[in-house]
């Protein structure tokens, strides 16, 4: 009785220690190393993989290829600040919607410190100085560098590319979680050579975030063939983000390091070009602003993955699907059920008004505003949202409306928010940010 008891002791006690080695021991596939992407303002339309021109985007549609394709991914803001907080920490992340303060990233943990807690070597180096200190991102992260120069003579000389080459080439000897924050496609829209003019722009309009904002405020209207141009401009951006992106998977291909590695490709917002009378971001939530791309390469070792997940899916489920393939022994295979809803939210600075959203899976979605109004898409039949049903579909907008983000979510101040110190000031105003105006300009 004893003598087996002892037995099933050890037995418990050696698969126990076996399980621990393999832990630490490196096992590529119980801790597989990690790598998210965000392409800033990279809207999904744009993609050949969800209908674009396949000649803007050749590296993410083959790497979408190797990959998980989520056809109705949704960031749950239209801004960088609060969308990549909710990516990274999982949560919907609170804002302060009142004139003259910075936001902060919520104060959840962030996957960075969760993976760093569990012994991964973390970096980030992001081109988007509102993915910086100031704003908390560097939390959990062991390298942490903001390098705003956009580009180089060539996207594979591109100073992120050539940061992020150098940190992988120093192998860390444990696994690792890279989080690269490209600024293109977000304006302004000047992409280097060979991509300059390749879909046609000629130049004969501004294409800085200070030309968009003159527009915003209707200090300056853009035509519609303006519009047009800077449309083409953007395309041209996103080719060139493209390349970039190009670049880091042949590297990580180079060292070996893809088959194996949890490899996230996605962008933080989208971008209009007056769908709904806005130009940029960061001011509604039709889709052209929050439907992103989303691509997972899942590690080889962990078996099988769909080639394409169909259901609306959030972005901040990624922090739960990076935590359940590295700390959790739960591998890829398929990204599993995730209520399919989609939520967001953003403080409009221009009508001073708090827009929610929520997307159901058969396409309905409702967006309500904090001044009672209220918007019903059917986005199967309508996906360019043109026509409100609401008035048509009441029963639906009772349904919707009560599985907005609560107001005490989207409204929680969990962090005090931080004045902008010079610096971050003359870096956002480079890119055409009315850095100390009210918030939402990112
Ligand atoms: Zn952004």
Redesign the pocket.
Known sequence: MWRARIAALLAIGIGLAGVLWTRFAGDPCARPNVVLIVL??AGARHFGAYGGDPATTPEFDAFAKEATLFLRAYAQAP??IV?MSSLLTGKYAPFVPADGVAYRAADEMSIAEVLAGDGYATAAFSQ?P?VSETFGFDRGFDTFEVETSKWAESPETAPIVAAATRWLSDDPGRPFFLYLHLLAP?APYAPPAPFAGRFGFDGSVRTDGGRLLEHQQGSRPLTAEDVGRLARAYRENLAFADAQLGSILDRLREQDLFGDTLVIVTA??GEAFLEHGRIA?ATTLYEEMVRVPLAVHWPACQGAAPAQWAPVTEVRTLHRMIADATTRGVVGRAPGPRGGLARAMVYDPFRKKVLRSVTRDDGYKLIAATDGTIELYALKDDPEERHDVSGERPEIVVELAGRLVPDDAAFAATAPPKALDTTTKARLRALGYAADGPPGR?
Do not use: G, K, P, Y
């Open positions: 800033d303002a801004t960088t969308s988007n509102w977000h933080d917002h971001h990112d």
